[in-house]
């Protein structure tokens, strides 16, 4: 192989590879910030909160927060429950689990993991971990329940390109478990990422609506289904698609979430006779 082609190749195998790389939590190698902030431990009081800001890119402004709420029983018949959640802040997004919006779940990324399309961006909060004891048994949920560590994810519009930052943080075990929420340390992306030409939403039509077997997609995009209790009842499984069939469903009121290709989350509430 001559030179030239060589350096071909190399460049173009780089090309190929940074996008993966700069879409990866923590990946070998990356340089982190140490944060080392966890939620003090019970003092006596019957509620505590503790919380804690971060500005990732350095511009002096926060990006995310996260914030520890305890609630204790102070009677027979209480329970005391727990809540650990992330805020994003300013114009971040935070990363949610799958498009479940009964839910509002950090996803719960682990490490060398690709941060891909077809999760739910958005401006709010995500329930890292919530826990409750008393008043008739313990439990909790959260994709960080019983002291589990892994990452959530933001990202920023920044000059047109979507920057991604990555926070590791461990949630509670219980109320009164061993295991404390925390924020451990944080890490950019290498690169940023095309933000594409983003749908707008108001041109995004489902119909008929209501239907008797099938709605189409003016706009082909990756959706799941959930009915009115909010369990999820159909999905593309993150493939781009402009039907969704609706043959086996029950009659009734459902809400599609369909994932345009900036990542937002599209919602429509249609109707199955």
């Known amino acids: 192989m001559s030179r030239f082609h060589y350096l071909t ?14 879409q990866t939590v923590n990946p070998a190698g990356a340089p982190v910030v140490t944060v080392g902030w966890q939620a003090v431990a019970r003092n006596g009081a019957s509620t505590q909160t503790d919380s804690v800001r971060l500005d990732v890119d350095g511009d002096n402004v926060p990006d995310i927060a996260f914030r520890d709420d305890r609630s204790y029983a102070t009677a027979q018949g209480q329970a005391s429950t727990s809540g650990f959640v992330a805020y994003a802040r300013g114009t971040a997004e935070l990363a949610l689990d799958s498009a479940n919006s009964f839910t509002n779940d950090a996803h719960r990324f682990l490490a060398g993991e690709v941060i891909r399309y ?5 401006r709010s909060g995500g329930k890292i971990v919530f826990t409750i004891t008393g008043n008739g048994g313990t439990g ?8 589990l560590t892994g990452y959530v994810v933001i990202r920023k519009l920044v000059a047109g390109a979507w920057r991604y930052w990555w926070v590791n943080v461990t949630g509670r075990d219980s109320v009164f478990g061993t295991i404390n929420s925390s924020v451990n340390f944080y890490g950019g992306s290498m690169m940023a990422l095309s933000a594409g030409s983003p749908v707008p939403a108001a041109s995004v039509q489902v119909f008929p609506n209501p239907t008797l077997s099938t709605w189409r997609l003016s706009v082909p995009m990756a959706y799941e289904l959930y009915d009115n209790l ?26 599609i979430v369909l994932q345009a290709a900036d990542g937002l989350a599209i919602r429509r509430s249609l109707i199955k006779e």
């Open 9 to 22: 190749f190399l460049a173009n195998w780089l090309l190929a590879a940074l996008p993966a790389f700069s």
């Open 118 to 122: 077809g999760l739910r961006w958005e």
């Open 140 to 147: 909790g949920n959260g994709l960080f329940w019983r002291g």
């Open 230 to 255: 909010g369990r999820q009842v159909g999905s593309s499984c993150g493939t781009r698609t402009g039907v969704v069939d609706a043959t086996g469903l029950a009659a009734g009121t459902y809400l």
